[in-house]
Structures are given as C-alpha cells and as structure tokens.
C-alpha cells in the first residue's frame, strides 16, 4: 500500500445502490485511513450528506429512483453541500455521459471498475481541490439535454403516481364494499339466532301450558343450529384467505377420489333440498386417478364453485361435472395460458370441468374475480344466500378456490363467452391437478 496524503483522514459519502461495489471501495479506502460512509440511494445519500457533511462524495449515477445527475443536483441546492466535491463513479462511458455529470453538477468523472492502484490518489486529487471541467457551448448543450431529461422522467413518475392511485382508489373500495358486506353476511345469521332464540324462552311457557310441542322446540333449536352453522361458516372464510395470503393453508396430502370428493360437496349444497330446478350432470369422472391431496380443503374447492354455478344459473338450468386426464407429465410447461386446449392443460394430469347454463362471465372480468373480495354486481344489491338465484357471498369463494387448488400444485381458470342477465351464456370452470399430484389407481 502506498502512502497517500494527510487527506487520507477525510470523511467521504460513497452512494451507490449495488453493495459489491460499496463493500469494495469501502476496503480499499478504509486501507488507506479515509472514513467511509455508505448510502444504498439517492434519497438516503441526501438525508447522511445533510447530517455528516462529507469532505468528499462518491455518486454512482445509474441508481433506482434518484439518480446519481439528480442527486447531485440536489445537493448543490443544500447549503453546506454547495462546494462538497461531487464526483461521479460510473460505468456509463458512452460519449457525452462525463459531460452530463459535469453539467448535472459533479467536480470529476471515475470509470468503473476502479483502478485500484489509482483510485486512491484520484480521490485525493479532488480532495485537494482538482475540478474536472467542460466549455460554456458544451454545458449549456447538456443541461439542455438534462432539463429534457428531468421532465420526460417526471411526467413518468406523474403516470405512474396515478396509475397506483387509481389501484389504490379500487382496493379502497373494494375494501369498504367488503365491510359492507361481511357485516350483512354476518348480521343475517345473527338476525335468525335471535329471532329463533327469543321464540325459544317463549316456548318454554308455552308448553308448560300445553299451547306447543317439543316438535316446534325442536324445530327451533334446528334453525338456530343452521344460523350458528353459517356465522361459523362466514368466519371460516375469512380465516381461510387470511391464511391463504400469507401462504400458511396446511394440505394434509392422502390419496383421494375425485369423484368421492364431488359427490360430498354436491350433497352440501343439492340443488333439489334448496328449491331450486336445475339438472347437475356428472360425466367421466369413475375412472380419473386419484389425487394426492386434502380431502376437507379439495371438498371447500368443489363447494364454493359448485354454490356459484347454482346462485348464477337461473332454474331449469344445468351444471356439467366432467373429468379427463391426459399423461404427459412435464412441469416446465407450467407458465402457459391456462386454457382447456393448451399444452399445459393437455399435459396436466386431471382437469374437472364445471360448466353452468347460468348468466356467464364477462371477459373483462373473469381474472378478477378470482381477487378476494371481487363481485360482478353491486354489494348494495347484495344477499347472502348460497344457493338462490341471483345471491351473493363475500367475493371470497373464488379466491379461496384457487388458493386450494395452487396449494395443490394446481391451476384454476374459467372460460364464458360473456354475461348476459337473462342466463344462458354460461360459464365453464377448470381445475387442473398437475401429474405429480395424480397417481394411478391401484
Ligand atoms: P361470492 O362469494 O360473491 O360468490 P366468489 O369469489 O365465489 O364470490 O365469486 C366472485 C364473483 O364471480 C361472483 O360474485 C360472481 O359475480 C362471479 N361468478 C362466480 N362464479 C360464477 C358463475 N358460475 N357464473 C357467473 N358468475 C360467476
């Protein structure tokens, strides 16, 4: 190591975003005695330069937000900073980028990479008061290109500001559409234990007096029992999306029947026990292997597409469970679109198919309601049941669904020419089990 100069005490701010580079000048400078301080941004240089006041800074200038030419240029509008040697360490060597530093308000100009032997001395050159320069004609050339360059970098930054604006404005509501609706969900059943409940204390007097049965208790008692069913059933699915988000769904894998599965779901929620017309068909599914999967949560899956298909299709309507299998198992296809035809669907594994004759789904919507708390309709029309025509739940079916299945390995997509209120445009959901969850039947 050779020996430099009494400068080689000095405090220097180095700025750079990449923490190889930062580690790198740190030790050669510290073995020469400077005091090293390091920013990973423009923005935190600023904030360091402005408590420590620095004898010396090192920019990079290709940073994330600000960049090194902004940075500096702030910093030349902060007192104490005004005269602070600025020099740009940079690996932009393309003609003009040395002058763009200069215009931007740097005193020096570094290449990267470093010459190690040389970079040292360099620093104390600058220290000692060297400034790099460029004529008058040539800086008025690059703060103009600067200025332009500042502006289009604005009017980017304006766009994107409102572009998350308007994301932001869309979560907000669905959020307080959210609100809205859980509490209905909620009050609904609430609404039915204490109505049933007050019915109750007074059918104890009643039969005392002979004017009721044990019958009617018993009917009662029934009733409050399906309400506290449901409050535990609305709870049930926000604890399920809040595990889902943060990637917590246990699956307790054990091989499984599909059709097994199928058939318990559609018995939770038969169309025939809830007043409703509708023909439900299943096709094919006897011979699809089994899955290795979680027979409760694949069970869930089913339900909650299965309650969909009758809420959205009007009576007289059908709902056709189909599955197919296909054995060309290769996982690097998982990347595709996920359409019935692709590739990937070809080479999944298992797909069962439930396709409804109900109001269908427009295109433009059918990526987001697979978002949580996403409904097509207005929740001020909202009305809770599972299985009317027309009802509605908390937007939180869908994306429990495919939370299920994508912790099966899974994928989950729907195809509908497109809503259309009268019924009869229909939609057709797809759940893809990909081949190593699938094993053939023993
Ligand atoms: P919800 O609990 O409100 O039913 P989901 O997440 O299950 O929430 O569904 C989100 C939205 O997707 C529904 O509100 C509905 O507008 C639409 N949707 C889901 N399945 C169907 C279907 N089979 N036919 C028509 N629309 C559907």
């Keep these: 190591m050779s020996q430099v100069s009494s400068k080689a005490t000095a405090t220097i701010l180095y700025i750079d975003d990449d923490p190889l580079n930062r580690s790198l000048v740190n030790r050669l400078l510290t073995s020469y005695n400077f005091n090293i301080i390091e920013a990973e941004s423009g923005l935190e240089g600023l904030q360091i330069a402005r408590q420590e006041t620095p004898e010396l800074i090192l920019m990079d200038i290709n940073m994330p937000g600000l960049d090194g030419h902004e940075t500096t240029t702030r910093m030349r509008s902060i007192s104490g900073l005004n005269d602070t040697p600025i020099i740009a360490v940079t690996a932009r060597t393309t003609k003009g980028e040395r002058e763009l530093a200069l215009a931007a308000g740097c005193d020096g100009y570094i290449t990267k990479p470093i010459d190690v032997d040389e970079f040292p001395h360099q620093i104390i050159a600058y220290l000692e008061g060297q400034k790099d320069t460029i004529s008058k004609d040539e800086q008025q050339h690059y703060l103009g290109q600067y200025s332009q360059k500042l502006v289009e970098r604005l009017e980017a930054k304006i766009l994107e500001l409102q572009e998350a604006n308007t994301r932001l404005q869309k979560i907000d509501k669905i959020k307080s559409d959210f609100v809205t609706v859980a509490a209905h969900e909620l009050r609904t059943p609430i609404t039915l234990v204490y109505g049933y409940a007050r019915l109750l204390q007074s059918a104890v007097g009643e039969i005392n007096r002979g004017e009721s049965t044990t019958d009617y208790v018993d009917d009662l008692a029934n009733k409050i029992y399906s309400s506290v069913h449901r409050l535990s059933e609305v709870v049930n699915d926000i604890l399920n999306i809040t595990l889902i988000e943060a990637d917590e769904m246990r699956i307790d894998h054990k091989p499984v029947h599909l059709k097994a599965v199928i058939n318990a779901a559609l018995k939770g929620i038969n169309p025939d026990e809830n007043n409703r017309v509708l023909s439900v068909t299943l096709e094919d599914l ?152 699938t094993k053939q039947q023993d």
């Design 286 to 437: 006897d011979d699809l292997p089994q899955i290795n999967g979680d027979r409760t949560r694949l069970q869930q899956l089913f339900w909650n597409i299965f309650s969909n298909a009758i809420k959205f299709t009007p009576d007289h309507g059908s709902i056709l469970v189909k599955g197919w299998t296909a054995h060309l198992p290769e996982a690097s296809s998982k990347q595709e679109a996920f359409t019935p035809t692709s590739a990937y669907a070809k080479q999944g594994g298992v797909v069962v198919m439930i396709k409804d004759t109900g109001i269908g789904i427009d295109p433009s919507e059918q990526k987001d309601i697979f978002e949580r708390f996403y409904m097509v309709k207005d929740s001020a029309y909202h009305t809770s049941s599972k299985t009317a025509f027309g009802g509605g739940g908390m937007g939180l079916g869908l994306p429990i669904a495919q939370g299920i299945v994508e912790a099966h390995g899974g994928r989950i997509w729907v195809e509908s020419a497109g809503r259309n209120a009268e019924g009869n445009s229909g939609s057709a959901f797809y759940v893809l089990f990909p081949a190593d969850t």
